[in-house]
């Protein structure tokens, strides 16, 4: 069985600040892909970033950036320099691929609040 | 190129009446998958439709139930509501390959009385 967990539920910085968020995932699998989604107010799931078990490797996007540590089943994104407009829920989601299973696990999610 | 629909947005029942939920995939997508956010919680999956046949399901019972059809538009069917089944209810899509990327669609937010 799949599962996620993101461990702090609501985030406060001041804008302008960076914010890190944690998931840390479970899978029996060798083959998955792990996924980070926004949420905003409106309810429309954003996808934002997506990466397979086969690559480590970790990248910025931007204000965006990642680090997937297979080691410690860990993939971690921080939003640099926060802006108001960021404000929303974040979920790490995870995918296993083995099988044809490519149904998404989500975690409870992390509520990121930046005061202007 | 139109994003992931879905109708309505808000939708009022009361216990033990029947809902149907829409939603039309991503352009170039034909697949569709049905997810269920209770409040303050992630989504969590119901099933999905591939070629007009559900491929995957989530544990959810049998009240539950789709389709899709030729347009690779889906329904989604809930009966016999009870008050536990509010919630938002969110429509991806995707390309059929197996580790391709699921898009959401705004969801609607059904309320059971």
């Known amino acids: 069985a799949q599962k996620v967990t993101q461990a702090q539920t609501e985030i406060s910085v001041v804008e302008k600040e960076d914010v890190t968020l944690d998931c840390v995932y479970e899978?029996?699998?060798?083959?998955?892909?792990l996924f980070w989604y926004k949420q905003p107010p409106s309810g429309e799931l954003v996808f934002l970033i997506r990466?397979?078990?086969?690559?480590?490797q970790n990248e910025i996007s931007g204000r965006y950036s990642w680090n997937f540590q297979k080691s410690t089943s860990s993939f971690n994104f921080t939003i640099t320099a926060s802006q108001v407009v960021d404000s929303a829920v974040y979920f790490c989601a995870l995918s296993e691929v083995n099988y044809g299973n490519n149904r998404l696990a989500f975690g409870k999610g992390n509520q990121v609040v930046v005061i202007p | 190129d139109a994003g992931v629909t879905q109708s309505p947005t808000h939708l009022i029942k009361t216990r033990g009446q029947q809902v149907t939920l829409r939603c039309s995939p991503k352009?170039?997508?034909?697949?569709v998958s049905w997810y269920q956010q209770a409040l303050g919680q992630g989504p969590q999956f119901i099933f999905q439709y591939y070629e007009e046949e559900e491929r995957q399901r989530g544990n959810f019972p049998d009240r539950f139930s789709g389709h899709q059809f030729p347009n690779y538009s889906s329904e989604l069917n809930v009966n016999a509501l009870l008050l536990g089944d509010s919630a938002l209810y969110l429509c991806?899509?995707?390309?059929?390959?197996?580790?391709?990327?699921?898009?959401f669609g705004p969801g609607t937010r059904l309320t059971v009385l």
């Open positions: 991806a899509s995707s390309s059929p390959g197996i580790a391709d990327t699921q898009y």
């Open positions: 990466r397979n078990s086969f690559d480590e």
């Open positions: 899978t029996r699998d060798t083959t998955y892909y």
């Open positions: 352009s170039g997508h034909d697949t």
